[in-house]
């Protein structure tokens, strides 16, 4: 008999597999090998495979490698019954060998979270094989169509989870077309119902795109606390961003608080479907718009460093003078910008315009830092969202009710009013009568009324440094003049209710189906296109030699 000499890749082969062992399916049988092969660069072809056996050989067919495995009803499982481990061939040559059972490797891989380049490192490091780009990315495309597939009937638990919210005593609403497809989404908690009734009036609001198997948006409406933290109001599932779905949003929560109040401050980004919604549904209520997207908007269209620190001045000034003195300059530098900004409203983003206190906020940063905290979650299937969701907005609450006080205003109100106290004993003080002061040689302080003229103190419901000045001539205590809304009292008040938690146990199926999917061809974008005032200005470069 010829003596047949095996290679180390060969001895690795037959040890891993020698002839007897057994495997729970032929499915598990050829994946593994498929593994293993590829690992000690062994180039191999399904030659035969039924529901009871299956046969690999070679790619060359002149080769005598050859392994045999069948299914074996006595003990339910696949077993080796031949194993010809040595190649008559050269391996070298087979020019099928780097593509082999690429699909079977990158679908057999781990993949989830990865991309395309990380797939393409892993199996190079793994198995030695070099992926193309594009077949990595089928193959990840591949297994999210599957899994899109299972998760596609977790929206047929929407109605179950409706139900369950509702017997929590919360709030929470779902549309669905005349198709019996899923539409819209709404959730709210009571806890937050309770919290805006002690808090300062403010909501922000705003839309996340939502990415994996859920293609749609994430409508986020965001206040925050005396203590400056974010305190979720209401969430919704939309197919996009358009006055349609704003209206649906609004006027879900609108039956949840009332927004139609002119104390009510709603600020946004100017998306045109939240301006149109909110005049409809809320024309009384105070409007404000983001002051950077305000800027950014214009900032490719007139670059005019001068125009950049008026607009800001007027955005951050309380007294009506100086508005108006930033205003006149404005428009002998540039009319149209000017105009531009009167059309948009001067009292929807300066401070000493706006009608009522905003707390000296001017930006939609708290709904911006919400979109960011629920990242994490976007990518999950429908009904994992919406737990999710509801236990993140269950954690923040229950934190809110762990934060504890020295004074009977909360801390960082209090941080505010010992600043404004310290400037204010380096200011001076005329007196006109027992009630009227003059401070600083321009501020007039009025005691009755508790007001200043800086408009500070009305915005921000803390006595500015010209208040602060008075009190500490007065021998008054400050802390008995700010606003009822920044007591410690008002805050566990505001957070006395708390939020249940879901899970997916004990929720029952519908037959409620997926929306259509509108989904272009091709490769889906990463990333969003940047309009021009999001792109970054390139500078010509200036020589000082």
């Not at 495997?23 to 092969?37: G, R």
């Not at 937050?192 to 009036?201: A, D, L, V």
């Not at 208040?467 to 009292?489: D, M």
Request: with cysteine; glycine share 2%.
């Amino acid at each position: 008999m010829e003596n047949i000499t095996y290679t180390p890749n060969e001895m690795k082969l037959a040890d891993n597999f020698p002839k007897g062992s057994d495997f729970v399916s032929i499915a598990d049988f050829k994946e593994l090998f498929v593994k293993s092969a590829l690992a000690n660069s062994v180039a191999f072809r399904v030659a035969q495979r039924n529901k009871t056996s299956i046969t690999l050989k070679c790619k060359n067919i002149n080769c005598i490698f050859k392994v045999i495995a069948r299914y074996c009803y006595i003990s339910t499982k696949c077993i080796i019954r031949q194993m010809t481990p040595h190649h008559s061939c050269d391996l070298d040559a087979h020019p099928m060998k780097q593509k082999c059972n690429l699909s079977t490797i990158t679908q057999s891989s781990q993949i989830e979270g990865l991309k395309p380049r990380s797939l393409m490192t892993k199996i190079k490091h793994e198995y030695g094989i070099t992926v193309p780009y594009n077949t990595a990315w089928s193959a990840i495309q591949s297994i999210r169509k599957k899994e899109g597939l299972i998760l596609e009937k977790s929206y047929s638990y929407i109605p179950s989870l409706v139900e369950l919210i509702k017997a929590n005593g919360d709030f929470s609403y779902y549309s669905q077309s005349s198709e019996n497809r899923f539409q819209r989404f709404f959730i709210s908690w009571e806890a937050s119902k309770n919290f805006f009734e002690f808090s300062r009036k403010m909501i922000y609001i705003d839309g996340t795109f939502l990415s994996g198997p859920n293609k749609g948006t994430l409508l986020v409406a965001v206040s925050q606390d005396s203590c400056d933290q974010l305190v979720p109001i209401a969430f919704g599932i939309v197919e996009s961003e358009n006055s349609s779905s704003w209206s649906w949003f609004l006027e879900k929560l609108n039956c949840i608080i009332q927004l139609n109040k002119k104390e009510i401050i709603i600020f946004s980004d100017r998306e045109k479907g939240i301006i149109n919604s909110a005049n409809n549904i809320a024309p009384l209520s105070s409007k404000a718009y983001c002051s950077r997207h305000i800027a950014r908007n214009f900032r490719t269209v007139f670059r005019n460093n001068r125009l950049k620190t008026l607009f800001w001045q007027i955005v951050n000034t309380y007294s009506t003078s100086e508005f108006n003195k930033c205003v006149s300059e404005m428009k002998t530098i540039s009319l149209e910008f000017y105009e531009r900004l009167n059309a948009i409203g001067f009292h929807t983003f300066a401070n000493s315009q706006f009608p009522v206190p905003r707390y000296g906020k001017t930006t939609s940063n708290p709904v911006e830092s919400m979109n960011s905290a629920v990242k994490k979650f976007i990518d999950f299937d429908v009904t994992n969202l919406i737990i999710s969701l509801n236990n993140y907005a269950m954690k923040l609450f229950y934190e809110k009710k762990q934060k504890t006080f020295q004074l009977s205003i909360v801390d960082e109100c209090n941080a505010k009013l010992m600043k404004n106290v310290a400037k204010g004993r380096l200011l001076t003080i005329e007196r006109s009568s027992n009630n009227i002061f003059l401070v600083d040689h321009k501020h007039i302080v009025n005691m009755q009324q508790n007001s200043c003229a800086c408009k500070e103190e009305f915005d921000n419901q803390i006595p500015c440094k010209h208040l602060c000045a008075v009190f500490g001539n007065c021998n008054f205590n400050p802390v008995s003049f700010v606003s009822t809304i920044y007591s410690s009292h008002t805050y566990y008040n505001s957070c006395s209710k708390s939020i249940l938690p879901l899970s997916t146990i004990g929720i029952l199926r519908s037959e409620l189906n997926p929306p259509e999917d509108r989904r272009a061809r091709g490769r889906p974008r990463i990333k969003r296109i940047k309009n021009l005032s999001e792109q970054r200005i390139k500078r010509p470069r200036v020589s000082y030699e």
